[in-house]
């Protein structure tokens, strides 16, 4: 195990699967100890990782990561890194979607990206220190027809990511992961096999992300060498898209 992150407290919401699940590997083995959260069960990614506990939680809800931070406050004393992976992807035409659909689509993955924000800037600030990273997409930059809800979703997390660093530097950093396709059970679910995405969204490197690629990045993000990054979006996408 590397101990680089050894004695940091990290959040990791989402963390039932996809990437969330390997930021939480990805930093458990740096040494840190994790408090992973989702709406669904966290067992199966916290098998047999050490210094780690699960609780539920849903990131729109505001009472309920209210409740989050009170038990991380209460239990681990304190926050060193908090990471937001929890989000949602469903595909609806413009002219056919319930409005309501696009106010679920913003209210888990942008309003989600807020009040995990928002808490854990509440406890960093108490020591001035800590790190925030949200997770985003590369369509935040592309769009993509049929996806406007999801990449209003992710546009607004870059913005977000941006101001909050402005506001919260120096003591606290805030960065966003903006991944390319990744193999996760989000794709596997909208029907939009490896294969298809490969054929269609002409990444130039000729495969998707795994997730451990993504977790990585987060575990750089969360270590000594990326203490002057803030403000920025990194976006590990295969070079569909280059900024």
Known sequence: M?????EKIALVT????????????????AGATIVATDMQDVSDTLSGVPNARGINCDVSDADSVDALFRSISETEG???????????????RLIDMDPSEFDRMISV????SFLIAQGAARLMTQVNSGRII??????????????SAYCASKAGVVG????LARELAPAI???????????????????????WIEKELDVPLGRIAQPA???GLVRFLCGPDAGYFTGQTLSPNGGAVMI
């Open 160 to 163: 977000l990511t941006r101001s």
């Open 2 to 6: 590397t101990q680089g992150l050894s």
């Open 134 to 147: 949200l997770i985003a997409s590369e369509l935040a930059y592309l769009g993509r027809a049929d996806y």
């Open 109 to 112: 993955n942008l309003r989600g």
């Open 14 to 29: 989402g963390a039932a699967q996809g990437i969330g699940a390997a930021v939480v590997r990805a930093l458990a083995e």
């Open 173 to 195: 950093t805030v960065n966003t992961v903006a991944p390319g396709p990744v193999d996760t059970q989000m794709l596997a679910v909208e029907n939009m096999s490896p294969e």
């Open 78 to 92: 304190g926050l060193d890194f908090a990471i937001n992976a929890a989000g949602i992807l469903f595909e609806a």
């Open 213 to 215: 690629e993504i977790g």
